[in-house]
């Protein structure tokens, strides 16, 4: 077993052959790999300052989407930038959005109708996918041009399949021009295009047209007094748009298989949506209102947290549980291990949402959840991702009982995010309440 081939069972493997502090060699670098989650909490948040984003990984992000807020290397430009976009990401900022997201969601539902009128499965993943990438678009940009939306979801596609291939076998760098890297490339172009030409209208128009686009080029900085340049604006929406569907498509995806396999657990879903909504259609007003159905996402995001795997880079000498780390150690952990660490999850492998009704949650170490990340770098999307992740699966239950197509056991597949190892095709059987 190697970490390339099977990244998660190895790393299983290491902690329990050595315990939560292991080192290991890849090529001249020594890397120590982290598992109790205090540990994890010292590095990410305690000396937070002490830990930035200069490890190989990250300068490969940053090679393919540029220098915005999830890819900057860390210290006072990536401060600059989290000051910058803070105030886009507020609740009162997202809950003026949702209107949008909501007519996104009932737009793709209305054309599942049809295809549960053709009694055709579902691929959970695709369908999530596409989903999650208009809501982002629509939010993050306006863009709702049907035609260059088609044209841009093709390319985030081949950008996807193209990024997936190379991760499972990176023979050759993207430089070299295979026939996939080519692909790979001219589809960034044309995302980029597509950004640029958002972003010229947007600064044309000079209107606010309450998306996140309109809020970032209307900041400027209460120290500096700057705008974001061009470029910036084009690097920030690139990272956004990667950092915000996929992650939201995959637990969306978890959920739903889980739902299909515990139908005591769908039931209980579609009881508290039927309780709270009594038919009419979700606002982001009732998302508070879903705690069991949060508790679901909560669970999947346990089991199947999208960051498996994290790193930082040490800046200067410091230590850890005992342990001597210089200045320039890489600093490897995995939320996946940490989120079924037997010291504080009992049966982890057990799919239970009751572990996070409030009143567990509250007994429970926080570290030991991190789904969103933690500390300075806790993820900026995180109540974006949430209302938007709620209002899918209520609108769903609402309309449908989610049925699996097949009940062959599904794994984790570890690439960037943590998506299936094979398609979770459902069906969508229609439920006799219907929303407005
Ligand atoms: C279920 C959905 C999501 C999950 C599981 C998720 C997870 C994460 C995690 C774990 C981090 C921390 C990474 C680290 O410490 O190295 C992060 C950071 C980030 N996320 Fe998310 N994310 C989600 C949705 C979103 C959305 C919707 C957006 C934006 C529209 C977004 C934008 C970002 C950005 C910009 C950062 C970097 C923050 C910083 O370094 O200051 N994410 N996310």
């Known amino acids: 077993m190697s970490f390339r081939r099977a990244p998660l069972d190895w790393l299983g493997n290491l902690f329990t052959t050595y315990g939560d502090v292991c080192s290991f060699r890849l090529a001249t670098n020594r890397i120590v790999v982290l598992n109790h989650p205090h540990h994890v909490k010292h590095v990410l948040q305690q000396k937070a300052g002490n830990y930035n984003r200069s490890t190989m990984a990250h300068k490969m992000a940053r090679n393919l989407f540029g220098q915005g807020l999830a890819t900057v290397e860390g210290g006072p430009e990536w401060r600059r930038q989290r000051r910058l976009m803070q105030p886009s990401f507020h609740y009162q900022r997202v809950a003026s959005m949702s209107e949008h997201m909501l007519a996104v969601i009932r737009a793709r539902l209305d054309q599942w109708d049809e295809l549960v009128a053709s009694n055709e499965v579902i691929n959970t993943n695709e369908e999530m996918r596409r ?10 940009f306006a863009l709702e041009e049907e035609k260059v939306v088609d044209r841009f979801a093709q390319a985030i596609d081949t950008i996807d399949r193209e990024l997936t291939a190379y991760m499972q076998m990176p023979l050759l760098p993207l430089s070299v021009p295979t026939a996939g890297h080519r692909r790979f490339w001219s589809s960034h172009q044309i995302v980029e295009e597509i950004i640029d030409y958002v972003i010229t209208k947007h600064l044309l128009d000079e209107v ?37 569907h996929e992650t939201g498509a995959n ?45 679901v996402v909560d669970e999947a995001q346990r089991m199947y947290p999208q960051q498996w795997q994290g790193w930082r880079r040490a800046l200067e000498d410091d230590e850890i549980g005992g342990y001597r780390i210089p200045a320039g150690t890489d600093i490897f952990f995995s939320p996946y291990h940490m989120h079924r660490h037997p010291d504080f999850w009992e049966d982890p492998d057990e799919f239970r949402p009751d572990r996070f ?80």
Not at 210 to 239: A, C, H, K, P, Y
Not at 264 to 289: F, H, M, W, Y
Request: aromatic letters at 6%; charged letters at 25%; a positive charge.
């Open 131 to 140: 989903l999650t990438l208009r809501v982002v678009a629509r939010a993050l």
């Open 208 to 244: 606010d047209r309450g998306d996140l686009l309109s809020m970032l080029i209307q900041t400027v900085d209460e120290e500096t007094g700057e705008r974001m340049s061009n470029e910036q604006l084009r690097d920030q929406v690139f990272v956004m748009l990667f950092a915000g």
């Open 251 to 295: 637990v969306l995806t978890w959920v739903f298989y889980r739902l299909g396999l515990h139908p005591d657990v769908q039931q209980r879903v579609q009881q508290e949506v039927d309780n709270e909504l009594a038919g009419r259609p979700p606002t982001i007003a009732d998302c508070s209102k879903l705690v069991y159905t949060r508790t």
């Open 357 to 436: 009704i409030p009143e567990e949650t509250a007994k429970r170490d926080r570290s030991s959840y991190i789904p969103f990340g933690s500390g300075p770098h806790v993820c900026i999307g995180n109540q974006f991702a949430m209302s938007e992740m709620l209002l899918i699966i209520a609108s769903t239950v609402q309309r449908y009982r989610v049925e699996l197509a097949s009940r062959e056991l599904v794994a984790p597949k570890q690439l960037i995010t943590l998506g299936p190892d094979k398609p979770i095709n459902v069906r969508l059987m229609p439920r006799n309440r219907r929303s407005g």
